[in-house]
């Protein structure tokens, strides 16, 4: 457990006593038995099976807590517990996967921006006694004088022994000022809310993280106080909470990026451990096998003799796939292929990529302008296996609801087995406004569009570059989707039309 030396002055004795809550015992001092299970979303962060912090489960699969638990490691979540000290049948015991701090948080014992997500290995089985619950919306605001309550498991007061019962105690909002007033430079009025102090109840160690709720809401997590001489009974200075508000877009952010996840469909540190039987990492979900050929401008990308992404042939010498799958060791494009196993000697052409040409902005923008033409080492001999796709008109546009084409090599399921035969899947075009709301800034609707999915079917990781085909057109590049690729969100592709000119020029130099 860490001493925070706060004041120099007047109050050095009690400052340098100062203690983040999040220690190897914690407590709620003057409260009282928390009646089973009335509190669902209650999360007991555990190092070794030894609880150490506070937490509140806000997604079945995230809890948020404070920024100074990440110190303890490795970090289970218990849920639906009461009594931490027994073994429940209510009890769900899950390992923490990552760990996202605020990138502001930098030590732990750091007061400001003391924030953090833990993504669970598991998801947490929803039922009457583990429930997530909802965070403080924009208009939210939490007043002075607001009776609030805090719980938390442990020690009812100093030097006792830990109960293993959840403890919850009543408390006031005390106004900002005078908690700015009282802890000075060390209170930050825009992420922090205080209570009132009382001597004889409140938070102290191990309590870091738990939430303080107000009307039903969580409008803060336990962050610090003042302990004179490690005896919480003496607490002069007001409790102290990060506010929850001030960090809905940085907590709504990494929930979206992490559940339905801002990730490529081609992650470029796992091709260089893609196996040479290919196509290990392609899929399209709920797919089925494509007539033989019958996608003659279908091209498989590879390197080593594996499939990395799909792409399109639109020109003898061209291909047109993502940006993201660009690659510094030697890329071959095969064409007329069934199965990109075999050799098929009889169907397939095998050519070296000469040059790749990657939009000049998705360097700087990542998942945005993900688009990229690759010239081949000589023309394809076009035939009736290997064909080019007439390009849409620029500015041309798909119709909501209008069915669409998607084709690639590969699995069926995210963890399924590779297929080594061309898959297809047909999708329907969701609105643009649909898939802003949900994607919000990672969907910029000009350059890109997108398709309804239900998990069921739908692109995956390694269909990158392969062509949306719309009114036999390839009007999108798979570019990105959530992950796992078996989620109900939407698959987003670059709009092929909007980069006309650009190819155009490409192609021409």
Known sequence: MSILTMYLSLFCVLLQLLKSTGADDSWIRGGRDAKPHSRPYMASVQSWKHHVCGGLLI???????????????????????????????????????????????QKSDQLDYDIMLLKLKANATLNKNVKVISLPGKHDIISENSKCSVAGWGLTKTGGTPGGVLQEIDMKIQKNTECKRKWGKYYFSKQMICTHPDNKKGFCQGDSGGPIVCDSLPQGIVAYNGEKYLQCEEVYYPNVYMKIQPFRSWIHDWLLRLNMVVKYLLLLPLLLCLSPA??????????????????????????????????SLIREDFVLTAAHCYNSRPVTAVLGAANIKMPEKKFQQRIPVKKSY???????????????????QRNATLNKNVKVIQLPKKGETVPDNTKCLMSGWGRKMPDGPAQDFLQDVTLNVQSSKECKKIWQKH??????????????????????????????????????????????YPNVYMKVSHFIPWIKEKMNE
């Open 358 to 376: 990657r939009h000049p902005i998705n360097a700087k923008s990542k998942h945005d302008f993900d688009i990229m033409l690759l010239k081949l």
């Open 278 to 311: 290919g196509a290990t990492e392609s899929s399209i979900i709920g797919g089925k096998k494509a007539k033989a050929h019958s996608r003659p401008y279908m091209v498989s990308l590879q390197i080593d003799g594996a499939h990395v992404c799909g792409g």
């Open 443 to 488: 969907f910029v609707p000009n350059r890109m569009m997108c398709t309804y999915s239900d998990g069921k079917k739908g692109i995956c990781e390694g269909d990158s570059g392969g062509p949306l085909i719309c009114n036999h057109k390839p009007h999108g590049i798979a570019s990105f989707t959530a992950t796992p690729c078996n989620q109900a």
């Open 59 to 105: 997604q079945k699969d995230f809890v948020l807590t404070s920024g100074h638990c990440r110190k303890y490691r490795p970090l289970q979540v218990l849920l639906g517990a009461h009594n931490i000290s027994k073994e429940e049948r209510t009890q769900q015991r899950i390992d923490v996967q990552h760990y996202y701090r605020h990138p502001f948080h």
